[in-house]
């Protein structure tokens, strides 16, 4: 099971974020998502995403902004997001108990078995308003907002 937070202060954040919170961390210039992403420009924390996410977020943009595709591109690279695997069958079939949503189950099974700290996201519907996923997931769900909060207490207690 993940950590909820490393044990050592110095140790780098492992953070997992949804299509939603990619999405808006590149859509907006000045948002916590952008934030989030500078953060691991500058090698703070380590992102990851799975291909799932990675496909997601390609293929919003294809739809809704495909003159952005090319910036998605950069700030993908520019932030150092680390691709994982996708989650085991046992890690999938767990998660769907508490999601409901396979899709949506795929990627938490993913930040899970990765071992992250926190996962990102804006979706309230699947996971930010899911009382029970929260109670059983060995790591927070948050807004980009309730990370960045929690980043900043943990710079402030060293």
Known sequence: MAKTEPSDPDEKLRVFL???ALFAGIWSATGGGRAIL???EVGA??????SQVLAEIEAAFSRKAP????????????SGIQIVDSASA?????????VGYQADAKIVAAAWESQVDFM???DREH????QMLKQE???PIGTPGDFLALFRTRLLSR
């Open 18 to 20: 949804d299509s939603s």
């Open 38 to 40: 500078k953060l691991g």
């Open 45 to 50: 924390l380590v992102l990851l995403v799975n």
């Open 67 to 78: 003159e952005l595709l090319t910036t998605l591109a950069f700030l993908l690279e520019q």
């Open 90 to 98: 046992e890690y999938i079939e767990l998660c769907t108990k508490w």
């Open 120 to 122: 990102v996201t804006l």
């Open 127 to 130: 996971f930010l308003s899911n």
């Open 137 to 139: 997931l060995p790591f």
